[in-house]
């Protein structure tokens, strides 16, 4: 031993096959690192402790509990305890690391959860090796619910997985250490097998799994693609087989700064032999990562992004919806409709329960999303037949299995969101945020007019694709009409507001004209001396089956999209002019390879609040995004710029009837033309 070149040995009851030799400069000194395996022989371990004692600057100790679980040592945990005493007869520098790892540990959770938001909100973990991860499993608690410990004492057949809430983390800790010693090694063989079956099912449908190389290989794990995986010491060669396996994100929480991988025990063992002391305190720890500018290391084997889960919540819109399930369809053919109404009255009480799982979806900046489809069993008819309350057990429910699913955001469908405060409440009361998806449905529904505009080539656009023409918005002053019309104003030459309530009405005037100074806008009480000048409509009152204007004056060819819920227009209104479009929603496609059960729209095709749950999910946003009857106009923005940026695109705009087809725009072109009295001109490609 030299005054210059600090000497650290690594006495492991690992494998000699992953021995080294190196120097290394740091922290300003030069160290000598020995690494030795014993191969689980305790023995060897002691003697070797006992030479290095008197000219070593340091030693640790390390491999005790990954050589158990491979199978090379049958010892108990307390071989630490003697081969670190062997090393330290009269006071020398020994230590196991455990100091700096339970920093390292809590510091990778944070530095993780902090550089790619949401990694961990509500993710379902599964912890091997019980107190290995101790200080890994507390801090997760932070960020989800969803532990469960794949005991160590599973492989004595004396304990089963363990659902965990914090304090059974503490109690789990107490009692982890004391079987080892007292029982065998090796389990009997049927209740190891028994064992494995669980920890794979488990670690199956997982999104975290918590283990050192050790235990993954012992357990011979699969499914871990798309995984995350935490974990310690990755050489290159692990990572290659992290990456083999599709582990998605590889958090190490110890920092590598040199070419060998090194142990939280040697990187202590470095920092002892730098500071000359026997023992470091944390200002110490602190004082030396600072400095030699230590931080955890993120992998991503597979080279993707973030893959975060939602889920969304459905609902049948009638009594044809149930024909789709077996055997209601069966009985529904023979039963008298007494019969069906019965059971649509009995099913609004049913528990909600997982309609689909929706795989595939993947942005082009590479962040996947999961989700799951939940459906509650009332029609709209029965939900708005009950008070509220009813409806807000059956979302609570539905938020409650989706947690449990791993679900970090959950969407509200169809009449689920009109429901009394349209979400408020279920967003305060549900254990995960919750989004109406109504910002991303008015931006998909204005969408789908400018898609319809072009594609009957009647009305003219500019270059920018604005209009160079007449929209209008009725029910101007409400929530999703103010945001339809500022919309409108960057993208017409004329726009007319609508809305019986006259001061609110001028002052969105003036706002929209400050915004947007380009902007011709007029506003009226009612629709009606300028309705028939207009090539677009934009219906936004809610007023619950009112009529709000007076079809017959819509000039042919005019677009008129119905935004409000319920719709302003009815189907007998809409079947009276066959040559006006009259446009409901529009539909996103979704980015990917998308896996999901029927919803009543193409493959791959999901309706705007369920985009919006999508896009939340896969940008990291948990939050309550969208809720209540008030829609913020710059969520409408930002959702339509999110969605832009993972890959949404509108992919068919319905009315009343469904799906439009080329078929059916060409045919209310035609009329719209005959109507005219104007000569067929080719349609917009």
């Given at each position: 031993?030299?005054t210059?070149?600090?000497?650290?040995?690594?006495i492991?009851?690992?494998?000699?096959?992953?021995?080294?030799?190196?120097?290394?400069?740091?922290l300003?000194?030069?160290f000598?690192?020995?690494r030795?395996?014993?191969?689980?022989?305790?023995?060897?371990?002691v003697?070797?402790a006992?030479d290095?004692a008197?000219?070593?600057?340091?030693?640790?100790?390390?491999?005790?509990?990954?050589?158990?679980?491979?199978g090379?040592?049958?010892?108990?945990?307390?071989?630490?305890?003697?081969?670190?005493?062997a090393a330290d007869?009269?006071?020398?520098v020994?230590?196991?690391?455990?100091?700096?790892?339970?920093?390292?540990?809590?510091?990778t959770?944070?530095?993780?959860?902090?550089?790619?938001p949401?990694l961990?909100?509500?993710?379902?973990v599964?912890v091997?090796?019980?107190?290995?991860?101790?200080?890994?499993?507390?801090?997760?608690?932070?960020?989800?619910?969803?532990?469960?410990?794949?005991?160590?004492?599973?492989?004595?057949?004396?304990a089963s997985?363990?659902?965990s809430?914090?304090?059974?983390?503490?109690r789990?800790?107490?009692?982890?250490?004391?079987?080892t010693?007292?029982?065998?090694?090796?389990?009997?063989?049927p209740?190891?097998?028994?064992n494995?079956?669980?920890?794979?099912?488990?670690?199956r449908d997982?999104?975290?799994l918590?283990?050192?190389f050790?235990?993954l290989?012992?357990?011979?794990?699969?499914?871990l693609?798309?995984?995350?995986?935490?974990s310690?010491?990755?050489?290159?060669?692990?990572?290659a087989?992290?990456r083999?396996r599709?582990?998605?994100i590889?958090?190490?929480?110890?920092?590598q700064?040199f070419?060998?991988?090194?142990?939280?025990a040697?990187?202590?063992?470095?920092?002892?032999?730098?500071?000359?002391?026997?023992?470091?305190t944390?200002?110490?720890?602190?004082?030396?990562?600072?400095a030699a500018?230590?931080?955890p290391?993120?992998?991503?084997?597979?080279?993707?992004?973030?893959?975060?889960?939602?889920?969304?919540?459905?609902?049948?819109?009638?009594?044809?919806?149930?024909?789709?399930v077996?055997?209601?369809n069966t009985?529904?053919q023979?039963?008298?409709?007494?019969?069906?109404?019965?059971?649509e009255?009995?099913?609004?009480?049913?528990?909600?329960l997982v309609?689909?799982?929706?795989?595939?979806i993947?942005s082009?900046?590479?962040d996947?999303?999961?989700g799951?489809?939940i459906?509650?069993g009332?029609t709209?008819?029965?939900l708005?037949?009950?008070?509220?309350?009813?409806?807000?057990r059956?979302?609570?429910a539905?938020?409650?299995?989706?947690?449990?699913l791993?679900?970090?955001?959950?969407g509200l469908?169809?009449?689920?969101?009109?429901?009394?405060?349209?979400?408020v409440?279920v967003?305060k009361?549900?254990?995960?945020?919750?989004?109406?998806?109504?910002s991303?449905?008015?931006?998909?529904a204005?969408?789908a007019?400018?898609?319809?505009?072009?594609?009957?080539g009647?009305?003219?656009?500019?270059e920018?694709?604005?209009?160079?023409?007449?929209?209008?918005?009725v029910?101007?002053?409400?929530?999703?009409?103010?945001?339809?019309?500022?919309?409108?104003a960057?993208?017409?030459?004329?726009?007319?507001?609508?809305?019986?309530?006259?001061g609110k009405?001028?002052?969105?005037?003036?706002e929209?004209?400050d915004?947007?100074?380009?902007?011709?806008?007029?506003?009226?009480?009612?629709?009606?001396?300028?309705?028939?000048?207009?090539?677009?409509?934009?219906?936004a009152?809610?007023?619950a089956?009112k009529?709000?204007?007076?079809?017959?004056q819509?000039?042919?060819?005019?677009v008129?999209t119905d935004?409000?819920?319920?719709?302003?227009?009815?189907?007998?209104?809409?079947?009276r002019?066959?040559?006006?479009?009259?446009?409901?929603?529009?539909?996103?496609r979704?980015p990917?390879?998308?896996?999901m059960r029927?919803?009543?729209l193409p493959?791959?095709?999901?309706?705007?609040?369920?985009?919006?749950?999508?896009?939340?999910?896969?940008?990291g946003?948990f939050?309550n995004?969208?809720?209540?009857?008030n829609?913020?106009?710059?969520?409408?923005?930002?959702?339509?710029?999110?969605?832009?940026k993972?890959?949404m695109?509108?992919?068919?705009i319905s009315g009343?009837?469904?799906v439009?087809?080329?078929?059916?725009?060409?045919?209310v072109?035609?009329?719209?033309?005959?109507?005219r009295?104007?000569?067929p001109r080719?349609?917009?490609?």
């Amino acid at each position: 031993m030299t005054t210059d070149t600090l000497t650290v040995i690594n006495i492991s009851l690992g494998p000699a096959e992953r021995d080294y030799a190196t120097t290394v400069r740091w922290l300003d000194r030069s160290f000598h690192l020995i690494r030795v395996g014993t191969d689980g022989d305790e023995h060897r371990a002691v003697d070797l402790a006992r030479d290095w004692a008197g000219t070593a600057n340091a030693i640790a100790v390390s491999g005790v509990r990954d050589a158990r679980t491979s199978g090379r040592y049958d010892g108990d945990l307390a071989a630490v305890a003697r081969i670190m005493s062997a090393a330290d007869p009269d006071g020398g520098v020994v230590t196991n690391g455990h100091a700096l790892r339970d920093v390292l540990q809590e510091w990778t959770v944070r530095h993780a959860q902090t550089g790619i938001p949401g990694l961990f909100t509500n993710a379902r973990v599964v912890v091997l090796g019980g107190m290995n991860h101790y200080r890994t499993s507390k801090v997760l608690t932070e960020f989800t619910p969803n532990l469960t410990f794949a005991d160590p004492l599973l492989r004595y057949g004396v304990a089963s997985l363990l659902d965990s809430v914090p304090a059974a983390i503490d109690r789990f800790a107490a009692l982890a250490g004391w079987p080892t010693r007292l029982l065998p090694h090796s389990p009997v063989r049927p209740v190891a097998a028994l064992n494995h079956v669980m920890i794979a099912g488990a670690v199956r449908d997982c999104d975290v799994l918590v283990a050192t190389f050790d235990e993954l290989e012992a357990y011979d794990l699969e499914h871990l693609a798309g995984k995350v995986v935490i974990s310690s010491a990755i050489s290159p060669e692990r990572e290659a087989d992290l990456r083999a396996r599709g582990v998605s994100i590889v958090l190490d929480d110890v920092p590598q700064p040199f070419g060998e991988t090194i142990n939280e025990a040697v990187l202590e063992a470095m920092m002892l032999a730098a500071a000359g002391a026997s023992e470091l305190t944390d200002d110490d720890l602190l004082d030396m990562i600072v400095a030699a500018d230590l931080e955890p290391r993120v992998l991503r084997p597979d080279g993707g992004g973030r893959r975060s889960r939602f889920a969304f919540v459905i609902h049948p819109l009638s009594q044809q919806y149930f024909r789709q399930v077996e055997p209601i369809n069966t009985v529904a053919q023979v039963a008298p409709g007494f019969v069906m109404d019965s059971l649509e009255k009995a099913l609004a009480y049913a528990p909600p329960l997982v309609y689909s799982h929706v795989t595939g979806i993947v942005s082009p900046t590479g962040d996947e999303a999961e989700g799951w489809l939940i459906t509650v069993g009332g029609t709209p008819k029965e939900l708005m037949s009950h008070s509220p309350e009813f409806t807000y057990r059956r979302l609570l429910a539905a938020a409650e299995i989706a947690r449990k699913l791993g679900a970090q955001i959950m969407g509200l469908g169809a009449f689920t969101k009109v429901v009394g405060d349209a979400g408020v409440t279920v967003a305060k009361r549900a254990p995960l945020p919750i989004t109406t998806g109504n910002s991303y449905s008015a931006s998909g529904a204005l969408w789908a007019a400018h898609d319809a505009i072009e594609r009957l080539g009647l009305a003219e656009t500019d270059e920018q694709g604005r209009l160079r023409g007449k929209a209008m918005v009725v029910g101007a002053t409400g929530a999703i009409g103010s945001v339809c019309a500022r919309l409108l104003a960057m993208a017409c030459d004329e726009l007319w507001l609508v809305s019986p309530e006259s001061g609110k009405l001028l002052a969105l005037k003036r706002e929209i004209e400050d915004d947007n100074p380009r902007a011709v806008v007029n506003v009226a009480a009612t629709p009606n001396s300028a309705l028939p000048e207009m090539d677009l409509v934009v219906t936004a009152t809610s007023g619950a089956g009112k009529r709000v204007l007076d079809i017959t004056q819509v000039k042919p060819g005019c677009v008129i999209t119905d935004v409000a819920r319920p719709l302003d227009l009815s189907p007998e209104d809409v079947a009276r002019r066959p040559d006006v479009l009259v446009v409901e929603s529009g539909e996103i496609r979704l980015p990917g390879d998308v896996h999901m059960r029927d919803i009543g729209l193409p493959p791959g095709v999901a309706y705007a609040c369920l985009a919006e749950t999508i896009v939340l999910a896969l940008e990291g946003r948990f939050e309550n995004y969208t809720v209540g009857r008030n829609i913020e106009w710059e969520k409408v923005k930002e959702i339509y710029r999110l969605g832009l940026k993972h890959g949404m695109r509108l992919a068919t705009i319905s009315g009343v009837n469904g799906v439009f087809t080329d078929g059916d725009i060409a045919a209310v072109r035609e009329r719209a033309l005959a109507a005219r009295g104007a000569a067929p001109r080719p349609m917009a490609g």
